[in-house]
């Protein structure tokens, strides 16, 4: 297989804006608005399940919320790996992107179905779910899944590819990035928990309307990105006869997926989200180190590159262990916030959904700070390994579940804790997460051997996955739903606090060992 000609907008070629490629702007603003719907859905997400039927919500118990939550979560980067894949063989990255969020806006907008139906017609009190509400819901998450498969992956590897090997400005610019990632993700959870005070429906369907000025916007700048991200080219008869074999194995498995969601929609296939949520775990962990297992043995690397691919494995484990407990921010977090949160201020009682924005907020003020530091530091040779960055962020998590232990100790005492608790908390995971997730994303396209850039960035988003699904199944436990779960939160609060601390002091241990496998990655 062959790949375009791909003229590389590297510093020296191109113009720059703040001496980043001017291809990160359009990347920057496309990205916020996908994350814009993202975390707009996620603020009501789980809020949404948990409300009774009465209420205009789905009434399902903490446990099955909490299971469809980590689903889904879990699903946004599951299919990272399989979208990374058919972009770097078949439609290339900037093609998956626009598709990508295609199909994402289509999944808001199905959510958004019954909430504009209601506008319309009796708005006398439910009783009971309708199979619209529960179809349109659950078609609309899967379409979300499957749309940000395609773009997540591919707009963080076009990100890595706008840099020339080696150049210092790389961890910086995906600092950048990762700002504009916050801008969106922001402003979501106010405007859409605002209208789901109204509506929930008509929330989703807002978080869907960003999506779809994001893709205008992508659209509109993509000549800034020039030749990079394009489809590979092929030139021999045998890589042409190998492209229409992958085109039609495609077309094969998203038609046997969709007759498996005709069938779970009239009940021909029954669905136990709380028996699927935990046994996904092991398939991701399996499915993760059996690919990278493959790309070693068979990938046709070099002995360096096999290195780095063994050390992006031990990344995953870690990466794992952090997302854990940070993407419990929109489950576990988030279900504080709505009952065991005081969120009254001069007689207004604030959406708990409002809570969704403070680490954003955090973000946009240190992204800038913690994107100098490193190339502060690096001038002076003083900037910490990438494996020190992590450990960073494991004992940011640890810090906050910490101050949420005393937080869940005045819940259980029958008391509303302040916001001050919430507040500090995502204060501790926004210093943590600076200090991995962009780090990580940057690692990721440094350790990618070539021709798998995409599909390296579908194992850090395999990572993440599996991360956020454990995030879902503690939120059903540790959510306090019941006098019993209220009782034991504090003690749960504290299991989080040991196991990220551990994670983060085995990291520095294996610091040395993990940076001979990287070779010159830093």
Same mark, same amino acid.
């Given at each position: 297989?062959?790949?375009?000609?791909?003229?590389?907008?590297?510093?020296?070629?191109?113009?720059?804006?703040?001496?980043?490629?001017?291809?990160?702007?359009?990347?920057?603003?496309?990205?916020?608005?996908?994350?814009?719907?993202?975390?707009?859905?996620?603020?009501?997400?789980?809020?949404?399940?948990?409300?009774?039927?009465?209420?205009?919500?789905?009434?399902?118990?903490?446990?099955?919320?909490?299971?469809?939550?980590?689903?889904?979560?879990?699903?946004?980067?599951?299919?990272?790996?399989?979208?990374?894949?058919?972009?770097?063989?078949?439609?290339?990255?900037?093609?998956?992107?626009?598709?990508?969020?295609?199909?994402?806006?289509?999944?808001?907008?199905?959510?958004?179905?019954?909430?504009?139906?209601?506008?319309?017609?009796?708005?006398? #009190?439910?009783?009971?779910?309708?199979?619209?509400?529960?179809?349109?819901?659950?078609?609309?998450?899967?379409?979300?899944?499957?749309?940000?498969?395609?773009?997540?992956?591919?707009?963080?590897?076009?990100?890595?590819?706008?840099?020339?090997?080696?150049?210092?400005?790389?961890?910086?610019?995906?600092?950048?990035?990762?700002?504009?990632?916050?801008?969106?993700?922001?402003?979501?959870?106010?405007?859409?928990?605002?209208?789901?005070?109204?509506?929930?429906?008509?929330?989703f369907g807002l978080a869907g309307f960003g999506m779809v000025l994001g893709l205008i916007q992508y659209r509109l700048t993509a000549g800034t990105l020039a030749d990079v991200g394009n489809a590979p080219v092929f030139e021999t008869v045998e890589e042409k006869d190998s492209q229409s074999t992958l085109k039609k194995v495609t077309?094969?498995?998203?038609?046997?997926?969709?007759?498996?969601?005709?069938?779970?929609?009239?009940?021909?296939?029954?669905?136990?989200?709380?028996?699927?949520?935990?046994?996904?775990?092991?398939?991701?962990?399996?499915?993760?180190?059996?690919?990278?297992?493959?790309?070693?043995?068979?990938?046709?690397?070099?002995?360096?590159?096999?290195?780095?691919?063994?050390?992006?494995?031990?990344?995953?484990?870690?990466?794992?262990?952090?997302?854990?407990?940070?993407?419990?921010?929109?489950?576990?977090?988030?279900?504080?916030?709505?009952?065991?949160?005081?969120?009254?201020?001069?007689?207004?009682?604030?959406?708990?959904?409002?809570?969704?924005?403070?680490?954003?907020?955090?973000?946009?003020?240190?992204?800038?700070?913690?994107?100098?530091?490193?190339?502060?530091?690096?001038?002076?040779?003083?900037?910490?390994?990438?494996?020190?960055?992590?450990?960073?962020?494991?004992?940011?998590?640890?810090?906050?579940?910490?101050?949420?232990?005393?937080?869940?100790?005045?819940?259980?005492?029958? #008391?509303?804790?302040?916001?001050?608790?919430?507040?500090?908390?995502?204060?501790?995971?926004?210093?943590?997460?600076?200090?991995?997730?962009?780090?990580?994303?940057?690692?990721?396209?440094?350790?990618?051997?070539?021709?798998?850039?995409?599909?390296?960035?579908?194992?850090?988003?395999?990572?993440?996955?599996?991360?956020?699904?454990?995030?879902?199944?503690?939120?059903?436990?540790?959510?306090?739903?019941?006098?019993?779960?209220?009782?034991?939160?504090?003690?749960?609060?504290?299991?989080?606090?040991?196991?990220?601390?551990?994670?983060?002091?085995?990291?520095?241990?294996?610091?040395?060992?993990?940076?001979?496998?990287?070779?010159?990655?830093?």
């Open positions: 297989m062959g790949y375009s000609k791909t003229k590389k907008l590297t510093m020296s070629d191109q113009k720059t804006i703040w001496g980043h490629p001017r291809g990160l702007a359009t990347l920057f603003f496309t990205e916020m608005w996908e994350r814009f719907s993202y975390y707009g859905m996620r603020a009501l997400l789980i809020l949404f399940m948990a409300t009774a039927v009465s209420d205009g919500g789905l009434g399902f118990d903490d446990k099955t919320s909490g299971a469809i939550y980590g689903l889904y979560t879990m699903g946004v980067y599951l299919l990272a790996l399989p979208g990374g894949w058919l972009a770097d063989r078949l439609f290339g990255l900037k093609k998956s992107v626009w598709y990508g969020g295609i199909i994402i806006a289509l999944g808001h907008f199905t959510m958004g179905i019954p909430g504009i139906l209601q506008v319309f017609s009796d708005t006398s #009190e439910r009783v009971e779910l309708s199979a619209l509400d529960t179809n349109a819901f659950f078609l609309g998450l899967i379409l979300i899944v499957i749309g940000t498969g395609l773009l997540k992956p591919n707009i963080s590897s076009i990100v890595g590819q706008l840099y020339a090997p080696g150049d210092s400005k790389r961890d910086a610019g995906f600092s950048i990035f990762y700002m504009g990632i916050n801008i969106g993700a922001f402003a979501a959870p106010l405007l859409t928990s605002s209208v789901a005070e109204y509506n929930w429906h008509l929330g077309t094969a498995i998203v038609g046997v997926l969709g007759l498996v969601l005709v069938f779970m929609f009239t009940g021909v296939i029954n669905v136990d989200a709380s028996a699927i949520a935990n046994y996904s775990g092991v398939v991701i962990a399996i499915v993760a180190f059996s690919y990278l297992g493959y790309i070693i043995v068979l990938g046709g690397l070099t002995p360096a590159d096999r290195k780095k691919v063994i050390a992006m494995g031990i990344v995953f484990i870690f990466s794992a262990v952090f997302w854990s407990g940070f993407e419990q921010a929109g489950s576990t977090l988030n279900l504080f916030a709505e009952r065991f949160t005081d969120r009254t201020m001069f007689g207004w009682e604030m959406p708990a959904g409002y809570f969704q924005s403070v680490n954003s907020t955090f973000i946009i003020l240190f992204a800038p700070f913690f994107g100098a530091m490193w190339i502060y530091l690096a001038k002076r040779n003083l900037e910490p390994s990438s494996p020190l960055k992590f450990a960073f962020g494991l004992f940011g998590v640890a810090a906050g579940f910490f101050v949420m232990y005393f937080a869940a100790k005045i819940a259980a005492s029958g #008391e509303m804790a302040a916001p001050t608790w919430l507040i500090f908390t995502y204060l501790f995971h926004t210093f943590g997460e600076l200090s991995l997730s962009p780090v990580g994303l940057s690692l990721t396209t440094k350790l990618a051997p070539k021709g798998y850039q995409g599909q390296m960035m579908g194992i850090w988003f395999l990572s993440v996955a599996l991360g956020n699904l454990l995030a879902g199944i503690i939120a059903g436990e540790a959510s306090g739903g019941d006098a019993d779960a209220l009782a034991n939160m504090p003690s749960q609060y504290i299991t989080i606090v040991l196991t990220t601390f551990g994670a983060a002091l085995l990291l520095l241990a294996l610091n040395k060992p993990l940076r001979k496998l990287m070779g010159d990655v830093h």
